[in-house]
């Protein structure tokens, strides 16, 4: 069986379609090219591919919309690729499930390195069956979260940086450690603003009351902390 990743790419602009497409595939990676909406829908759903990347600015849409046809049907890894860095663009993206954000004008070497960053991520392995802390009991089989028997929802975003949090708990996790282990050492675009942001959201969904966290404890100046306990099942 081929190890070979397939990486669909979905860019309109020609030169620059062409210039990505070559660089990934002297990295060793099968890539399917699209520049529109239409051509990326036809070779998605009817291929297998491991990842995509995904502009967006689009001839006849644009990739947010696209975005949410995929994650209604696939767990897939997507990376967008735009001019656009506007922070609210960027939390958009990572809330409609992007996995990472890569702003134009952009080094090839920094797209490989996130993109095999991103791969990376693919390979860890589910040794537990469940994992408790306090209330909160998470499936990392099924990537469900329950407190108290219901079920949390939460983003893709939400969803790294909780499984990282209670994975390492009652430890400091810095802002440089969630960059280099969910977005990678070259995520300076992701700001500590926004990061702050999607901690602040998790916190609604996780605390009973967020202004006095039980699980997400805020060290000033340090970085972020799960508070609790938690034990492998």
Known sequence: MSNIKKILLVEDDQSLNRGVSFKLEREGFMVLAARSIREARDIFFKTEVDLVVLDVALPDGDGFQFCREIRKKSDVFIIFLTACDQETDIV????????????????????????????????????????????????????????????????????????????????????????????????DFISENTLQVHIRRLREKIEADPSDPQYIKTIRGAGYIWIEGCVHQ
């Open 92 to 187: 958009m993206g990572y809330d409609m499930g992007a996995d990472n954000y890569i702003t134009k004008p952009f080094s090839m070497s920094v797209m490989v390195s996130k993109i095999n960053a991103v791969l990376r991520r693919g390979k860890s392995v589910k040794e537990y069956e469940k994992l408790v802390s306090k209330e909160i009991v998470f499936y990392p089989s099924t990537m469900m979260v329950y407190k108290k028997g219901q079920e949390i929802y939460l983003t893709r975003t939400e969803m790294k940086l909780f499984q990282y949090m209670i994975n390492n708990p009652q430890q400091i996790i810095t802002k440089e450690q969630f960059l280099n282990e969910l977005w990678d050492i070259e995520g």
